[in-house]
């Protein structure tokens, strides 16, 4: 992934993956019925659909003259809506997840932080073995790669805080064990009493507690690194990217924005961007 420096502090910017596009054929389809002009589309399988329907070619058409019009003359815009996309992002923030839900018309899934966080709870678990014990902590979820900001400095002082939360937890709750360990997984902690190291490789091949962020979600912050899949209509997408991939929006997802349009292919770009109005 691309790393970038903003305000003195080293980033990962995210990765993003087209996995579908449903294709303009079903939005000038839409469009035709509403006008019922089927006959003065440009495309051939446009004007047969109501006698002779070739879904596959309706779905390859790569223009449509009256989705231009309709998008940048007559500035109809909910035809477009039957057009869709499908991302897959990987490493934003969930700093960026908020900003996301203010996108109201969008599906959306991202990685579940009560079900993914174990590796984490493992490495506090296991630091408690150890002489050193935040150190081990440190050096361990280094590897795992959980954070946007990779300074290593910003770093040090982010898995602090982690640390220091687990520890609160640890120091005040009698069943620290049995909230973040797997039932069939506590046995490795007297199996490997004072090694670290062994107990974190134990915990980690043993059964994860799938739901150990029930209790210890309040660990992370906003730096913590999220995957998601996200589909837009193209007219909310058009929204999307007039407000995020813009100067005044928060750079971690001007960021995101600017990857999506890059993948975004230019038939769908012509109907939403200026920048690529034929």
């Keep these: 992934m691309e790393t970038i420096e903003k305000h003195h502090i080293h980033y990962e910017k995210p990765k993003v993956t087209l996995l579908q596009e449903s294709g ?6 839409a469009a035709r019925t509403c006008y019922d002009s089927f006959e003065n589309s440009e495309n051939a399988c446009i004007q047969n659909a109501m006698r002779d329907m070739d879904t596959q070619a309706i779905n390859n058409i790569e223009d449509s003259d009256l989705l231009s019009s309709l998008a940048w003359v007559h500035h109809h815009h909910s035809i477009i809506e039957h057009a869709t996309l499908s991302y897959l992002v990987q490493g934003t923030s969930r700093g960026v997840l908020q900003e996301h839900a203010r996108h109201r018309i969008q599906a959306i899934s991202v990685r579940s932080t009560r079900y993914t966080m174990s590796s984490v709870i493992n490495a506090f678990t296991a630091s408690l073995e150890s002489s050193e014990g935040f150190d081990f902590f440190l050096e361990t979820v280094l ?13 040090r002082i982010e898995i602090r805080a982690i640390y220091d939360k687990c520890m609160f937890q640890y120091q005040r709750n009698e069943n620290y064990l049995q909230d973040a360990v797997a039932k069939s997984s506590l046995g490795f902690i007297d199996l490997h009493k004072g090694n670290a190291s062994a107990l974190y490789q ?3 091949k043993g059964k994860k507690k799938r739901n150990v962020g029930d209790g210890f979600k309040h660990i992370v912050s906003d730096n913590w690194k999220v995957d998601m899949v996200i589909t837009f209509n193209i007219r909310s997408l058009k929204n999307y990217f007039d407000l995020r991939d813009s100067g005044a929006a928060w750079f971690q997802i001007q960021w995101l924005a600017e990857n999506m349009k890059k993948v975004t292919p230019l038939k769908y770009l012509r109907l939403i961007d200026k920048e690529y109005k034929a």
Excluded: H, K, R
């Excluded at 303009?24 to 389809?29: D, Q, S, W």
């Design 202 to 204: 134990a915990l980690q």
């Design 24 to 29: 303009l054929g079903v939005a000038e389809v």
């Design 143 to 155: 590897t795992l790669n959980l954070f946007v900001v990779i300074d290593p400095e910003y770093l």
